[in-house]
């Protein structure tokens, strides 16, 4: 994908370009060339997560542990590998655009592994507090340890050239005008495609305050969504308490949700946690707890006689938190995943919980019709909502991403509409703000059946503020600390 901001606008002040020749060889006066100095553990972490995420499509938070335990990496060098890695893939647009004006060669003509190292030491340069020669210094000697003396020779040239203005001059000489392109100029100054950015604008919509500058708020969601988020926890209903979770995990009581705690972003490796590892808590974003549990909180039309369907169930967070309220009032769970090993992950996630799980399409899923009180819909979505938690995502999604999608959460809507009883309620929710996701996913099904009624969702989400106009809910990680969650509430005639 193109670097976002790229053509907006002349490049003032082009810095020297840095060219990839220069000489090889052995240095001066000795019999043969010296050995390298060993990179720096956690930068070479952060290196290789770069290129495990390019080569093989991996996922960052699924490469990243291996490639820890693989350099016997924890505490603080754990903290700097991640904070790296996962700093410089969600910056990636940014940065290329940064290293590309200070180079004498377009990016596709950087070979790939060394553009990878600028990418890291960009990002060092620009968005951390690490002393400069200290960033350049150890990205090139990465770069002599990988690919030789010629190419760390190439990279340090490049890297002095980076670090000669720091982020906010960059912003101001690269970016599109904030005048002509204010959407353009917030997404690069927040390293997002220019695409995704829009998204959030058209969902913030304008500002009620006519005076208010009306791309304030589009700059707060970018920002918040280009930081490392903290960690958020379920306690599971009936195992341990929102109050005990935090006081054994040193964490913070959740604002909103009564199951919920937060822990500071580098708390490292949270699966080592006892609470965790035993099975009391499992991580989860306070707005995936929230939906789940507005779901519960909606009136029925007649008794809620306990029976309670999950409808894309995997990988089982929403499940579990549904089974857990179930079996506390006597209730069942039945939870659909169509994919194998991920209805596998639920059946861990529900053990010893009043949960079936059924692998099959939850459009022709073999349940009966009208027989569910409230069926969750957590559509699969483009997750634009939680691109934070996912820092090599935003520069894969494509807007065309977005199209095939709608048409599933169209059919996965309509089929929860069949399985709901009279009377009952379904929760339609995504983990993105794309309108055409959320409103337009909406607008169609209604269409077809106009005798769905919608309800406030806002009355299921108590204490939660700047929740809008309603009847439905788009959470936010600037003005609720949580993903950007979607959730609509229907109730069958």
Known sequence: MSAPGRGGGPRRDRPRRAHGGGRSGPPRGRSGPARPPEPDPARLAAFQLLVSVRVRDAYANLALPSILRRHRLGGRDAALATELGYGTLRARGLLDAVVEACTDRPLERVEPHLLDALRLGAYQLL???????AAV????ELVRAEAGSR???FVNAVLRRVGERDEAAWV??????????????????????????????????????????????????LAADDARPAVHLLARPGEITAAELALVTGGAEAPYSPYGVHLEAGSGDVGELDAVSEGLAVVQDEGSQ????????AALTGADGGRWLDLCAGPGGKSALLGGLAALDGGTLDAVEPSEHRAQLVRQA???????????DGRSAPLPDAAFDRVLVDAPCSGLGALRRRP???WRRQPSDVSALTVLQRELLTAALRHVRPGGVVAYVTCSPHLAETVGVLARVLRVHPEVQRLDARECLPGVPDLGDGPAVQ????????????LALLRRA
């Open 290 to 297: 929230l939906v789940a549990l507005a779901l519960t909180r």
């Open 137 to 140: 210094a150890t990205t090139v």
């Open 127 to 133: 968005r951390t507090r690490i002393p400069p020669h």
């Open 392 to 394: 090599e995502a935003r």
């Open 172 to 221: 101001a000489q690269l970016a599109p005008s904030v005048d002509e392109d204010p959407v353009g100029h917030a997404a690069f100054a927040h390293a997002h495609p220019r695409w995704i950015a829009q998204s959030f604008a058209d969902a913030l919509g304008k500002p009620a305050d006519p005076d208010a500058d009306p791309s304030a708020e589009l700059h707060a969601a």
């Open 350 to 360: 529900v053990a010893d919980l009043p949960v079936t799980v059924h692998q099959a």
């Open 151 to 153: 190419a760390g020779g």
């Open 475 to 486: 959470l936010w990680p600037h003005r609720h600390g949580t993903d950007a969650m979607f």
